[in-house]
């Protein structure tokens, strides 16, 4: 069966502090591999996602940067922390295109402070 | 990409009572899914819509895919307090992500 791992559950940052999220993947081949934020009590934003190593598509522009070093890796990265970066992260993964179900990490809450 | 609205934003129910979250589109969706996140969670896949007037039953939800494949809903019979949470609807854009609505929070109070 595949899982979804996600690391760290929680993560206390201070302005301007570099960040990294990662996201790994088990049991499957060349998934498509998903970074969201929810705001506290909002919906789900897409920031990016890989349909392969190497490839990433951003959806919304801001300081923070996606990275796929392999086929079931996922990298979350940002080199200066805002305030506005605060929220629940969560790595997502699926086969095929969007009509295919999404399988989500447990996420990473971040605060910025 | 197609947008979603999803409506309404938050309910709250007795346990025992009926609920019902909506998803409307302006323009004709090719598929539909619905997820569930539960307080402090993750979202959770709960299943797809595929076809015009498509329902779907997973034990006391109800999924229907509208004929016009514009609107989709989710009804729970009799809710009880295992179903806080809040319900997306999620439709595809063609490509490989998916546009969630903005949610229904469920609240059930016993």
């Known amino acids: 069966s595949q899982t979804i791992h996600q690391w760290p559950a929680t993560l206390v940052q201070p302005v301007g502090s570099p960040l990294s999220l990662e996201c790994t993947v088990e049991g499957t081949s060349n998934p498509n591999l998903y970074w969201y934020r929810q705001a506290a009590g909002r919906g789900l934003q897409l920031l990016f996602y890989?349909?392969?190593?190497?490839?990433i598509s951003s959806e919304v522009p801001q300081n923070l940067s996606a990275s796929r070093p392999q086929d079931r890796q996922f990298i979350l990265s940002s080199k200066k922390l805002l305030l506005s970066d605060s929220g629940f992260y969560l790595c997502?993964?699926?086969?095929?295109?969007?009509?295919?179900?999404?399988?989500f990490g447990d996420g990473t809450r971040l605060s910025i402070l | 990409g197609q947008q979603v609205m999803q409506i309404p934003q938050y309910q709250h129910v007795q346990e025992g009572e009926d609920f019902t979250t909506y998803c409307n589109s302006s323009?004709?969706?090719?598929?539909i899914q619905w997820y569930k996140q539960r307080p402090g969670g993750h979202p959770v896949f709960l299943i797809q819509l595929v076809k015009s007037g498509e329902v779907k039953k997973q034990k006391r939800l109800t999924f229907q895919f509208g004929e016009a494949k514009k609107n989709s809903s989710l009804h729970i019979t009799a809710t009880q307090t295992t179903d806080v949470g809040t319900y997306f609807c999620a439709l595809s854009n063609s490509g490989y992500a998916l546009n969630f609505g903005k949610g229904t929070s469920l609240l059930v109070t016993p």
């Open positions: 997502a993964w699926s086969r095929g295109r969007g009509n295919q179900p999404q399988h």
């Open positions: 890989s349909v392969g190593i190497g490839q």
């Open positions: 323009t004709t969706l090719s598929n």
